[in-house]
């Protein structure tokens, strides 16, 4: 079945350097790949995502890439803002029955004033 | 809309004890999911179903059982907990029709089994 690897699992980044968290996938057939934003104590919501058919998705400070060929995406986040700490995941699905994720272990990432 | 609904929130059981917690979703989506969250290990999925009336296992689904007897609920139960049922679960829904692969995802249920 699928498998997601995500790194790193931890990152701290300045006030307004960039952050860039990386993802691997494994199966050939999924076509769809979003990211999710976690912050503590709260549910998963979905800041940014991509499909196989787009190499590059751009949303304000936000931006995710994709390289079918190397089966690898990521998620750039320029600007950062102290608010941008949280935990992100990543996940690959594909048109299959339930059309599910599977999800990355997660990435924790601090943002210091 | 309240969106994707989760009770209860928090939950203590004994070893051995069953429970249900319910997931309700007002956006009359077709697809429903439950996940459990650990430390390090991301989301996993418990159960899903595609529709009323279908349920499917996904990648951790010994100990739990479903159900969705109508499209707006699905159900999942703890016959008889055990403290590796310990964890944070969550419930997802989203649409069958149009573009959007979006899962939404509703509040956690906090479950510790002692």
């Known amino acids: 079945g699928e498998n997601v690897e995500q790194h790193p699992s931890t990152l701290s980044v300045q006030e307004g350097d960039s952050a860039v968290i990386k993802c691997t996938y494994s199966?050939?057939?999924?076509?769809?790949f979003p990211w999710y934003k976690q912050e503590l104590g709260k549910r998963p919501q979905l800041i940014i995502d991509?499909?196989?058919?787009?190499g590059e998705k751009k949303d304000q400070r936000i931006a995710v890439t994709l390289n079918k060929t190397a089966k690898h995406f990521s998620l750039h986040i320029t600007e950062t803002q102290p608010e941008d700490s949280a935990v992100y995941f990543c996940?690959?699905?594909?048109?299959?029955?339930?059309?599910?994720?599977?999800f990355g272990p997660g990435t924790r990432l601090s943002v210091l004033p | 809309n309240a969106g994707v609904t989760q009770t209860p929130k928090f939950r203590v059981l004994k070893t051995g004890q069953s429970m249900t917690l319910l997931c309700a979703q007002d956006?009359?989506?077709?697809?429903m999911y439950w996940y459990r969250q650990d430390p390090g290990m991301g989301l996993r999925l418990i159960h899903y179903?595609?529709?009323?009336?279908?349920?499917a296992k996904g990648e951790v689904p010994d100990g739990y059982n479903v159900s969705r007897l109508k499209k707006q609920n699905f159900l999942l139960g703890l016959e008889s907990a055990a403290p590796s049922q310990t964890s944070v679960y969550f419930c997802?829904?989203?649409?069958?029709?149009?573009?959007?692969?979006?899962?939404?995802f509703g509040p956690g249920t906090r479950l510790t089994v002692l």
């Open positions: 199966d050939s057939a999924s076509n769809y």
């Open positions: 991509i499909r196989s058919n787009v």
């Open positions: 997802a829904s989203k649409t069958g029709t149009g573009v959007s692969n979006e899962q939404f």
């Open positions: 956006m009359n989506h077709e697809y």
């Open positions: 996940a690959a699905s594909k048109p299959n029955y339930g059309q599910n994720f599977v």
């Open positions: 179903s595609v529709g009323e009336g279908t349920t």
